[in-house]
């Protein structure tokens, strides 16, 4: 069992130099409901991004639109308006190759699901969980210097510190991955975390009220069937500081079991 | 430490009573990369959509899409062609309005996050996931014996068995709420599983190479503060189960620590 933070804990990535904007508010990331339940602050947009795992990307083709996972990587030092959050997929993807073709905009969701609100009726049932949504342009990111530090990004995304022990990727490869730029511009984020809220008849009626804390753990690294050599130190502290990490946010709901 | 299941255990709801179509291979939902990855399997796509505590539906607002998280449920024997996944928002939400208004289609995204895939170069890291897409014209559901239903589907995703628990909805409460039902008949079921695949000269080169596995863990239900019953049998069962139901389709990877 551990103690819960009681405050975010800082982002993996180094806080800018100077104060970054407020998140700006256009139409299309105004938040419409729930408007207490999001927050102007571009640390905690930037502090949910910088551990994400997994985001989903909108992409509108034609005759109807298209969710897909993608990895996220987040440069809030990056070139485009209000930070850079890097995509990356195959040159020959569909998705990919409509992006080029047509340059529309795209929107990229990350969503932490962090406990279960489970209140004394249906209606007021929930989740707690935090959600940022970028809309934006895409941008292809050119060979050179930019390609190869937003892959060193991605990788090192998924394990801080990782991309300086692998080889440089070959021409070959770079050429056959297409990295993409959205602007952290348009961008929104929402959260819920608490109790449930409960109509007073409810409540005494004397119903149980609750939330049951979901969370996302890594396990010990499982070595390849090729493998000989021992799990390397980024890896296994990665690992262990995994605690530290995925809390963010989850108030005072988490318990490991 | 747990063995892993080696293969997928039941979805928790019923099987259908005739055998269920192949997945339907229309143009949307063709998979054009990784085609060795697709598995046309209808069960499979159920198992996943069984479990799934979190989708991301991507709306056409007109000039961009927007992906935003909702929870689904699903009926595999719903009314609609090959089953119905079931979604709701409130009535007042911008992206249920529009819907109600221009009639276009959804992508409905179910994404579970099984393991961090560290090859010995960038280019051969990758994840380990289960991810179905449905595209799908949303109807909405009416006020009647279905839209009950549906609702009481919803609240059993989150915990089975709790729907029961609850008092009925009230009018006012069913009318706030909108239920869309978006057809499984055009879905796509893509996953990977396994060890990084490296190429021979890294392998030989002797680094080291594995997989993290990833998990969603529940953790011990927590009281709401103006909580003074006990956690009813059906949360407690339900996050004691939880190892069962979560670990599916995770292959040898998976490691509790």
Known sequence: MHTAPTSIVPARTAPPLQPA???????????TRGRHRGIEDRDALHD???QALLAHVGIDMGTHPVVLPCLPALDIEGPDEGGTLYLHGS????????????????????????????ARSATHHSMNYRCAVVVGRPRVVPEGPEKVRALDLLVDQV???RAMHLRPSTRKEMAATCVLAVPLAEASLKMRAGDPVDDEDDVAA??????????R?????VDAADNEAPVPAHVVRHVADDDGVRRVGMGDDVQRR
Chains 1, 2 share one sequence.
């Open 206 to 215: 004397g119903g149980w009220a609750g939330v049951v804390p979901v969370q």
């Open 48 to 50: 949910l991004l910088a």
């Open 217 to 221: 753990v890594l396990g010990d690294p």
């Open 21 to 31: 904007p407020p998140l700006q508010s256009t139409p299309r990331t105004t938040l």
């Open 91 to 118: 040159v020959g993807a569909v998705w990919v190759r409509r992006l080029l073709a047509d340059g529309s905009d795209v929107c990229v969701t990350v969503t932490e699901l962090d406990g279960l609100v489970l």
């Open 159 to 161: 394990v801080p510190g």
